[in-house]
Every structure is written in structure tokens, then in C-alpha cells.
């Protein structure tokens, strides 16, 4: 086994948390705090699995099932949002209910309510089972159909193709949603798009970071869970563009082999992933033979979504409310 031979760590900007995960954990946090542990939170609040057990250490209780949370109880929903029926049967089971959809999520699911009404069917753009994809096909109750690829666009049959429409999950690989967009326009001449698209600043700003660092390193290190949608897409693209590139949830699983005969390090988050995690990896490249650490210039983000109504001290939600 020859030596490892890093010499350099290219960090991407930007990269890990972003406005919508900010504001989901805030919600949390402020939760525990101002009403007390537990509080049950609907699916993973992001998909990192050292953010959900920190949040598990502070008492908070995941569940996927709403049978599961007590009656009288507070439960968040979490970033990726929920369908209807999800927002009813919690309203009607009476919980205090905080909604840490992001908001660029519940734009889409407020666009496809505002277009359902004027008789749009959708075709949606998204991985299949994913709780986002959940979350906005379930505002209607039927006229949504996915697509996961260029295939599914040819076998796709709507009702009707006058007043079609596209939605999008808003963490896809930028590059694979045009190219789906395009074989539904290709099929559907008359299909409306959505004037800017659905994926989300955070996810297009960490792809187009990852493009501009691959071609300079060796190997690209993704930081993020096995869940997490934004990260996966990362590691792909690093590796579509030619660059070995592995996924990792903690700096543990850093294999060392993956570093021989590498020089230069590019390094990167998922926008679920916390940055001490990042500095963790950089420690054990560092230990690796890594001698400088170096920042690319990149977009620098300043978007922050506010928190829902009813998080602050002084004012306490009546039960069955949904903020
Ligand atoms: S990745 Fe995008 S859509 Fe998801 S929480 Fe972050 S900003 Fe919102």
C-alpha cells in the first residue's frame, strides 16, 4: 500500500446548512425550550443523522406515524413539508402543531393549489418514496404524476394535455431535471413551467460549487446522510465530471486508501450537514498529510426565512392551531 499523499483541502463555497435547515432546527430548539421535552417531530426534521440525535439528546421524538404522538402533544412537521391529509388528521387529532416546511417548498405546494384550481394537472419532477415528493403530490388529491426520468416521460398518461403543468422536488441534480423538463416539453408542446424553477437556491449554489472545484482536485468528499437528496446529487456530479467522489456521514468513515496518490482534497456539505462534521473531515485529512486548507470564492449567501408565529416566549399557541 503506497503512503497517502494529500497535500491540499479545497473547501466549496457555499456549502452545508441552508436557509430552509437554519430555520427547521431553530423551530425545534425553540420548541424544547419554550414548551418543554418531548416534542415530536414528523420524519427526520433534515435528513442528517447528527442533527436528528442531537435534537433526540435535547427531546425531541421522531415519529413517521401520527398514531405515535400523544394526544395534547406539540409535533413539528419537518423541512420537507406534508401532504394534505398529513396537515388534516394532525388538526384533527388536536396537537399544537409548527410547520418547518421550508418555504421554498410550501411555494410549491402553494403554486400547484393556485394552478389546481384554474384545472392543471401536474407532472412532477422527483424521486419516488422522497417526503418532499410526498409532501406536494399529496396537496392534490389525484391529476399529479411523477417522473423520475426521461423514461417515465414517454410512459406518463395524463387526463387531459391542455392545462398541464411541471413541478419540481427542489433539491434534484440541476442538470437531470432540465434534461426531464425537456423530454415533457418534447412530449407535451403546451405543458406551463414554473417561472423560476423549484429547484432551490441552496441546491443549485452547492452544484454549480462542486462543478467549478472538480476539475481542481483528485477526490471530492461529500458530507451528508445516506437520506439526504441535495447530498447525493453532489456526489454524482463530482463523479459525472470525471472525479472519484464519496459520501460520508461522519469523518469515521473516511477510508484512507481513497486518498493514495491523491494530492488535492475537494470538500463539500450537503445543505443538511452541520459544519462541525466539516471540520472533522478537514481534521482527519490533516492527519492524512494535509497541509494547507484552502476556501474557493463562491456565492455567499444571505437568505433567512422567519420563524413560524407562536416560537416567541411571550406567546402560546391555542391547542389544535397550525402555524
Ligand atoms: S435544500 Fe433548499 S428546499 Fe431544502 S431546506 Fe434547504 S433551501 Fe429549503
Redesign the pocket.
Given at each position: 500500500m503506497s503512503e497517502p499523499s494529500v497535500n491540499e483541502i479545497i473547501l466549496a463555497e457555499p456549502r452545508g446548512f441552508?436557509?430552509?435547515?437554519d430555520r427547521?432546527i431553530e423551530i425545534v430548539e425553540r420548541a424544547i425550550a419554550k414548551f418543554g421535552a418531548p416534542i415530536y417531530v414528523r420524519h427526520e426534521i433534515?435528513h442528517n443523522t447528527y442533527v436528528v440525535n442531537e435534537l433526540k439528546a435535547k427531546g425531541a421524538i421522531f415519529i413517521e406515524d401520527l398514531a405515535d404522538v400523544p394526544p395534547g402533544s406539540t409535533l413539528i412537521f419537518s423541512?420537507h413539508g406534508v401532504s394534505k391529509a398529513v396537515e388534516a388528521e394532525a388538526q384533527a387529532r388536536g396537537f399544537d402543531v409548527f410547520d418547518a416546511t421550508?418555504p421554498?417548498?410550501t411555494k410549491v405546494h402553494v403554486e400547484v393549489a393556485k394552478l389546481a384550481k384554474e384545472g392543471y394537472e401536474f407532472i412532477m419532477i422527483g424521486h419516488k418514496g422522497h417526503p418532499e415528493v410526498e409532501g406536494t403530490m399529496g396537496q392534490l388529491t389525484h391529476g399529479i404524476h411523477l417522473v423520475e426520468d426521461v423514461a417515465d416521460v414517454a410512459k406518463v398518461q395524463p387526463g387531459q394535455t391542455e392545462k398541464l403543468a411541471v413541478v419540481t422536488q427542489?433539491?434534484l441534480s440541476v442538470d437531470d431535471a432540465a434534461e426531464i423538463a425537456a423530454a415533457v416539453r418534447a412530449r407535451f408542446p403546451k405543458v406551463r413551467e414554473p417561472k423560476q424553477q423549484d429547484i432551490?437556491?441552496?441546491?443549485q449554489n452547492r452544484q454549480d460549487a462542486v462543478k467549478i472545484m472538480s476539475p481542481q482536485v483528485d477526490i471530492v468528499i461529500v458530507v451528508g446522510s445516506p437520506t439526504s437528496s441535495?447530498s447525493n446529487r453532489l456526489r454524482e456530479l463530482a463523479q459525472r465530471l470525471g472525479t472519484e467522489s464519496y459520501m460520508v456521514d461522519s469523518a469515521d468513515e473516511l477510508q484512507p486508501e481513497w486518498f493514495e496518490g491523491k494530492t488535492r482534497v475537494g470538500l463539500t456539505a450537503g445543505?443538511s450537514a452541520p459544519e462541525v462534521l466539516v471540520r472533522e473531515v478537514i481534521d482527519r485529512v490533516k492527519a492524512l498529510g494535509a497541509v494547507s486548507v484552502r476556501k474557493m470564492d463562491g456565492i455567499e449567501e444571505t437568505i433567512k426565512f422567519p420563524l413560524p408565529k407562536g416560537l416567541k416566549l411571550e406567546d402560546r399557541p391555542a391547542p389544535g392551531h397550525i402555524s
Open positions: 441552508c436557509a430552509g435547515v427547521a433534515v423541512a421550508c421554498l417548498v427542489t433539491t432551490c437556491y441552496a441546491t441535495n445543505a
